[in-house]
């Protein structure tokens, strides 16, 4: 406070005093200069109050401004239980999360042997590089397909995801579509907000949905708007301008209305898309800049790595046209693997995982790709170590801390594995009844589980790094390859892939549609050398003839083992009449069985020596020793014995049926191949493998046969053995104490056992259809089991011939062919359907493009799309009418349809007997015209066909043609005619346009020779017009005039007279009546026409003509000139549409297919008909082991509710049990009701999918999806019965029985979660109760391969 000056300069300032805050007086000097601070009354602050720290400034902003708090006067006890009237978004005090940082700081990998290490020994670690990237770059991996993220679910659908999850978005649709979510075109301009503001409806019911939001009745707003370039939509084809104006749609959310324009930057969005290519560029730049350290080695390394790219890429696409275009990128990446292993450890100093033994050229090449992080094929033979291949991805993963998984076509193949790796990584396995440890880090399941995983959104598939594909060329399987290509097509971008497949002719092929599908580089490399091998030999009357090594055919085997056949053949027939007649007998009935057994063996699947056909002609011989059971035991130790010599012991013996394989081994029923050690290591195992079977199962007769067989060194393996029983064959075998093994071709496929030696009993096979010749893929997949690696230095490959050796062409075309090509099987299902409409951005039209089937057609899809703009951006040539507006395409059009209509007329009249009784000499035709721009030709029958000649001769009027002498009077005539089709044309002239013409008397009394002296064609002039003589066929005239004309056909045609020419050009000329033709023959009165569809057709075509000849543009001068300008714009036109049409989705090959079963799906109701997914349809994707459609309709139909559990289990069976042919079983009452129930739903289904066009037949249809002849078995089972007691029940193999039960417990399982769906929790109970019956014993006994012996 500024001083106060008293009386006598006495001053003084007021203060406080004390605590109490009483004021005092304090006197001041008498001289004292001004200071602010001193004017401030001092304050002394009370105890009350704590002093103020940056604490507790701290705790107040929190508490104030911070915390979350509700409005005490909205949200106060007086109102408890009030409506609230009050606006959530704009009063509601809901603070914010807080916005997450948009770039971190991540470190770089770099190429392992560019890693600079700090010190100079060799054992300090590397220090990566950090740099600063985008948030959004490192979460662009398991991205969501819709447009709003998703939380991790629940930890038990953490592995095999749920139906309520949306799958993951596919990698590979980053260029085709945006990854925000597609908004409409009116969303975007604002249009929607200037309908409503003005007082329009809006749209407030989603859809699929029935009710919407109550807006109340909206009223129109004031406003005023701010008008600006759009700038929202996509640019359309050049020849588009967009100059429209709309709203912007920012303005309109920011409540902007007044505030000042404010531009968008044009070049936001190619910066955005720019800047990833930048960072890739200089990433490229990166891997190839040398190191700074001198050296030659680095040098070495970057020229490696310099052509990789250039020198070994496979272009399919060529490299472009000269005129300075980019070469097309190619997605299979082949060849460098020299250079990568001569280098090998420099480029992978730090191995993830060290191997006992040195790398083969190809599995350096992939080890370094993945070491890369690119997605690897690998072809190579059967084992040639691709397995390697796989370890290192699965070390990689551990290294990583990612996941890998190993997906494999045969649950056996997986099995396996989970054994091999066990001992190596973190390890589960995952099947269809098996789950063990699914939290490891490295993963073994089968295809359709990674398929199912995919489809539900497991949340799994975010950690996964590697998925692996085994066995890929089982892509050709014609009933699971689908699964392949649905797995490839769905997996996310940050999962790479890892290929392995035997050696096939098509490997860049499909690599490149892998490559193109995902956009990332597939990197292909392989080997076709054997690590072991193989000799090839027929075995054929005791001896050994080889026919094959190296690759490469010996035809003097060949010949050998032929004469060895003729001479045997020879010496028979020279030991007397009675020996020839029985062996030519034999023998014929050899020839006449080979003829005869594709059909038998239709009928009998599993006959023996019936399906040996041309290479084993043994079925037939029933009356030589060959043929009987004694000479064909004889033959198996005549093989085994000489085998055994020759030190080709263990071998495995390939029979294509089941029935062949176990009468195989019975009848060597004196052999015993084993040692008194190996008997005991076989007794001994048997024992602890079968120890774990209660007493019943122990004795069941195929578990004791199989012993006694095994004791004795002799095995089998088939389909139709029990799980247990294969699992002891097949680790026997391993072990080496099986000597021989007789087996179908499954053991090739799912056992990774070699042997010294493979036998071929036949070259062919029964394919589920019919009996057919082995495949070069086929026998190259069986003939790899020959040869250990590491123990023969060479494999044999036998072949048997019994009554006659097979051709030179066949053995060439099997043995040393080239093997099967990787074809699409890609084929649509419901499931797959239901899936995809879940999906926002991957459609089913996108499936399907991406597929294998359509990889051709959308590789050439960038050339199309080019052309269809040079065609778009061609100038349209504009037609000048001088009478208007043009009519001239008009025209045209009906132009093109009369001809549609004449054609089809003139086909069926012309080729009529009555239409040629009209065609004689003398008769007034009109001849069609070779162009549209030209008049059709008036003309007069000649000559009709003769034997030496088939055509009508006519002479035409040809005006087109330049005059050498012009008529005025016929020039007049003949102008304004119809260019194209005379509006009376063929027969069909108006009524009211006919004229009755005068019938002339036919040809002139003159006798000729009948030959024609002039040649064809014969022009002339004749009247002041030109005229042509000419050959014509009966489908080249117009119509058949009512009128004839005299001709004298000698001077005409024999004689050439110029005044009988002259004399019929004006005879022709004066059937003319002011410009017209004649008119035509009635159809229905003179040439007899009856078909009623040919009169609707013949009428609307008169109603054309009629219609054409009312056209403005009939008779215009300018006519000519512009109907051909209406042809050019027709074709342009019809061009542009062509290749609009071969871009679209409507073009795809499985299109038909794809409308038939949505329209099925909407019928049926699992979808609507905005094709949002309904309740039914979300029970249907969880059916994945019968068919959808009828395991759908028969829970919605509740025909399990009045089955006991035991019954429903067993009606159930119908839907997974797969063998057609077997006994018919016995059911009871209730079960027979329901069989009936479920098959008549099934024909109901499948006639439903007939009406809407999808190539089913009801009958087979129903008769493939469901079959009973388990219901019994199943019923006994569920009941309690022994397994020993069910298999007295049919004669399907216990193996299949095991099987059937085995997929039945995970159909359980599916309509369980059906239920829960549904919310019928009995149903949900009965399929527990029905699951805990049929798990049990032998059915239920765990693997072998994951519990061990």
Not at 427 to 434: C, E, H, N, P
Not at 887 to 916: D, P
Not at 1126 to 1154: G, I, T, W
Not at 1200 to 1224: C, G, I
Request: with cysteine.
């Amino acid at each position: 406070m500024d001083p106060i000056v008293a009386a006598s300069e006495f001053s003084f300032r007021v203060g406080f005093s004390g605590y109490s805050g009483h004021l005092r007086l304090e006197p001041l000097p008498p001289v004292e200069r001004a200071n602010p601070l001193k004017a401030v009354p001092d304050f002394i602050i009370p105890p009350a109050f704590a002093p103020e720290t940056p604490e507790s400034v701290k705790k107040y902003l929190e508490e104030k401004y911070l915390l979350p708090e509700l409005d005490p006067d909205e949200f106060s006890p007086e109102k408890v239980g009030k409506q609230w009237d009050f606006d959530w978004f704009d009063k509601a005090k809901v603070h914010l999360e807080p916005s997450l940082s948009r770039s971190v700081v991540v470190p770089t990998w770099e190429l392992p042997f560019r890693r600079f290490k700090k010190g100079a020994s060799v054992q300090h670690r590397w220090e990566p590089k950090s740099v600063q990237m985008d948030v959004a770059h490192l979460m662009e991996g398991a991205q969501d397909s819709g447009s709003m993220p998703r939380m991790p679910g629940p930890a038990k659908d953490f592995v095999r995801g749920t139906t309520n999850n949306r799958p993951f978005r596919p990698g590979g649709l980053d260029d085709s579509q945006s990854s925000e979510r597609i908004l409409p075109d009116g969303a975007c301009n604002g249009d929607w907000v200037r309908e409503v503001l003005d007082g329009g409806p809006a749209q407030v019911i989603p859809p699929s949905c029935k009710h919407g939001l109550d807006l109340g009745d909206l009223k129109a707003y004031p406003y005023s708007w701010r008008v600006s370039k759009d700038q929202s939509v996509v640019k359309s084809t050049s020849g588009e301008k967009l100059s429209g104006l709309s709203v912007q749609f920012d303005d309109l959310f920011k409540k902007a209305w007044d505030d000042d324009i404010v531009e968008e930057s044009s070049g936001y969005d190619t910066l955005i898309e720019a800047e990833p290519v930048k960072l890739e560029n200089e990433m490229e730049k990166a891997a190839t800049v040398t190191s700074s350290a001198p050296g030659s080695e680095a040098s070495v390394l970057d020229e490696i790595l310099l052509a990789d790219p250039g020198g070994s890429t496979s272009r399919f696409d060529g490299t472009g046209d000269g005129g300075g275009q980019q070469p097309k990128e190619a997605w299979a990446v082949s060849g460098g693997s020299e250079g990568i292993a001569d280098h090998f450890h420099e480029l992978v100093p730090d191995m993830a995982l060290d191997f006992p033994f040195e790398l083969d050229t190809f599995q350096k090449a992939a080890i370094y790709y993945l070491e890369k992080g690119d997605s690897v094929f690998v072809a190579a033979h059967t084992s040639a170590g691709k397995t390697v291949v796989a370890e290192y991805a699965f070390a990689l993963a551990t290294k990583h801390c990612t996941r890998a998984v190993y997906t494999a076509p045969i649950k056996t193949i997986s099995n396996q594995k989970y054994r091999d790796f066990c001992g190596k990584f973190d390890v589960g396995l995952l099947t269809g009844d098996v789950s063990l440890r699914p939290e490891a880090s490295c993963l073994i399941m089968t295809t359709e589980i990674l398929r199912s995983m995919l489809y539900r959104g497991a949340d799994i598939i975010r950690d996964i790094e590697w998925v692996i594909f085994d066995e890929v060329h089982y892509v050709n399987d014609v009933e699971r390859g689908v699964v392949w290509e649905e797995v490839i097509i769905m997996l996310p971008r940050h999962v790479n892939i890892v290929l392995l497949s035997a050696t096939v002719p098509n490997t860049i092929e499909f690599a490149d549609w892998i490559g193109r599908t995902k956009q990332k580089k597939i990197r292909v490399t392989g080997t076709s050398k054997r690590p072991v091998p193989l000799e090839h030999c027929l075995f054929y009357s005791g001896e050994l003839y080889k026919i094959c090594e190296n690759e490469t055919f010996l035809p003097q085997g060949w010949k050998a083992a032929k004469d060895a056949y003729k001479k045997k053949n020879s010496s028979t027939v020279g030991g007397g009449t009675g020996t020839y007649l029985g062996s030519a007998a034999a023998h014929g009935g050899a020839r006449v069985q080979q003829r005869e057994n594709p059909n038998r063996g239709k009928q009998n699947k599993h006959s023996g020596p019936q399906s040996l056909g041309n290479f084993s002609g043994s079925g037939g011989l029933s009356q030589s020793n060959w043929g009987s059971k004694r000479s064909e035991a004889s033959l198996w130790l005549l093989l085994i014995n000489k085998l055994s010599k020759k030190s080709l012991l263990p071998v495995v013996i390939f029979c294509f049926s089941k029935n062949r394989c176990d009468k195989s081994a019975d009848n060597l029923t004196g052999t015993d191949l084993t040692s008194s050690s190996e008997k005991s290591e076989i007794r001994v195992f048997c024992d602890k493998a079968f120890s774990r079977l209660k007493g019943s199962d122990r004795n069941l007769p195929q578990v004791v046969r199989v012993q006694s067989l095994l004791r004795r060194g002799i095995g089998v393996h088939h389909a139709g053995l029990l799980p247990i029983v294969k699992e002891v064959v097949e680790m026997l075998f391993c072990r080496g104490v099986i000597k021989v093994l007789f087996s179908t071709e499954t053991f090739a496929m799912g056992v990774n056992a070699p042997a010294r030696t493979v036998v071929f009993d036949t070259l062919r096979k029964f394919d589920g259809k019919e009996f057919r010749q082995l495949l070069p893929g086929e026998y190259t997949q069986m003939a790899g089991r020959a040869g250990r690696r590491g123990l023969d230095k060479i494999g044999t490959v036998v072949v048997i011939c019994r009554d006659e050796v097979p051709e030179e062409r066949d053995l060439k075309h099997v043995i040393v062919g080239s093997a099967t090509r990787l074809e699409s099987q890609f084929r649509l299902t419901y499931t797959m359907i239901l899936h995809l409409l879940r999906v926002e951005e991957l459609k089913v039209e996108d499936m399907l493009k991406r597929s294998f089937a359509e990889f051709h057609a959308q590789k050439k899809l960038p050339e199309k799309q080019q052309l269809l703009m040079l065609k778009l951006a061609q100038p349209a040539k504009a037609i000048e009418c001088i009478k208007g507006e043009p009519a001239i395409e008009e025209y045209y059009g009906m132009l093109t349809e009369s001809e549609k209509y004449g054609n089809r007329v003139l086909e069926t009249v012309m080729q009529s007997q009555t239409a040629q009784q009209f065609l004689l000499p003398g008769r007034v035709v009109v001849v069609k015209s070779q162009s549209v721009a030209e008049d059709h030709f008036l003309g007069v029958v000649l000559k009709a066909p003769s034997a030496s000649s088939k055509q009508y001769i006519v002479l035409v009027l040809r005006p087109d043609l330049p005059l050498s002498m012009q008529d005025p009077s016929v020039n007049g005539i003949l102008q304004g005619k119809d260019s194209s089709s005379s509006p009376q044309g063929y027969f069909i002239a108006p009524k009211s346009k006919r004229g009755d013409e005068e019938y002339f008397s036919g040809v002139s009394s003159r006798k000729g020779s009948g030959t024609v002296n002039i040649k064809l064609p014969h022009r002339g002039s004749a009247a002041g017009l030109n005229y042509e003589v000419i050959g014509v066929e009966n489908k080249e005239f117009l119509s058949i005039c009512n009128c004839k004309i005299k001709i004298d056909q000698v001077r005409l045609l024999e004689h050439n007279n110029s005044a009988a020419y002259s004399k019929t050009v004006q005879e022709l000329l004066n059937q003319k009546s002011n410009g017209q033709y004649p008119p035509a023959l009635d159809p229905v009165k003179d040439l007899k026409l009856r078909d009623v569809d040919l009169m609707e057709t013949y009428y609307a075509w008169n109603n054309l003509l009629v219609k054409m000849a009312g056209n403005k543009c009939y008779g215009c001068i300018k006519f000519k000139e512009h109907i051909m300008l209406a042809k050019d714009l027709s074709k342009h036109r019809e061009e542009v549409n062509a290749l609009k049409y071969q871009m679209s989705d409507e073009a795809l090959e499985k299109m038909p297919d794809f409308q038939g079963r949505i329209d099925v799906l909407k019928e049926i109701g699992c979808i609507d008909a905005d094709l949002v997914v309904q309740i039914k349809g979300r029970v249907a994707c969880e059916m994945n082991s019968g068919e959808e459609l009828i395991s759908t309709e028969c829970l919605f139909e509740n025909q399990l509710d009045d089955l006991q559990p035991e019954e429903a289990v067993a009606l159930m069976s119908a839907l997974v049990f797969q063998q057609k042919n077997t006994s018919e079983p016995s059911l009871t009452d209730n079960l027979a009701k329901a069989k009936k129930r479920l098959y008549d739903t099934a024909i109901r289904l499948g006639e439903l999918q007939a009406h809407f066009k999808l190539p089913i037949n009801p009958e087979e249809y129903a008769r493939d999806n469901l079959k009973f002849g388990l219901v019994e078995v199943v019923y006994e089972w569920a009941k309690g019965t022994p397994f020993a007691d069910i298999c007295e029940l049919t004669d399907v193999p216990e193996g299949l029985i095991v099987r059937t039960i085995v997929r039945l417990d995970e159909t359980c399982r599916e309509f369980k979660n059906a239920a829960a769906i549904m919310g019928n929790s009995a149903l949900y109970k009965k399929m527990e109760t029905a699951s805990n019956a049929i798990k049990r014993d032998i059915v239920f006994a765990a693997s072998l391969y994951i519990t061990g012996v």
